[in-house]
């Protein structure tokens, strides 16, 4: 059984870490002190990914700090994509 296309483990993996990286760039914008009292895990380590993704220049996805040509690749796509119901990106909160 080979399916073309990333599967439910790779989907799950990369909506978890598109959670981290939103919630990251929250965390970023809030205050220092706000932040510090953040207990979401593996918040610092995507805050410091997207401190680095600033100023990684890196276009050719060559670069070896972890998770940085990844979450870029993801944001990218949650930034492009205009799908309502596609499956790497987080469904909008039912209001
Ligand atoms: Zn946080
Ligand atoms: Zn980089
Ligand atoms: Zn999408």
């Known amino acids: 059984m080979s399916e073309a296309g990333p599967s439910e483990v790779t989907i799950a993996r990369i909506q978890q870490q598109l959670i981290l990286l939103l919630h990251a760039q929250g965390c970023l914008a809030a205050t220092e002190d706000a932040a510090s009292k953040c207990t979401v895990p593996h918040c610092k380590t995507f805050c410091a990914v ?7 220049g890196d276009e050719t996805g ?7 040509t990844s979450s870029r ?4 796509h949650w930034k492009s994509c205009e ?3 596609c499956a790497l990106c987080i469904p909008p909160q039912a209001s």
């Open 50 to 56: 997207l401190a680095h993704i600033e100023g990684c």
């Open 62 to 68: 060559a670069c070896s700090v972890e998770h940085c």
């Open 73 to 76: 690749q993801i944001i990218a």
């Open 83 to 85: 799908s309502d119901d």
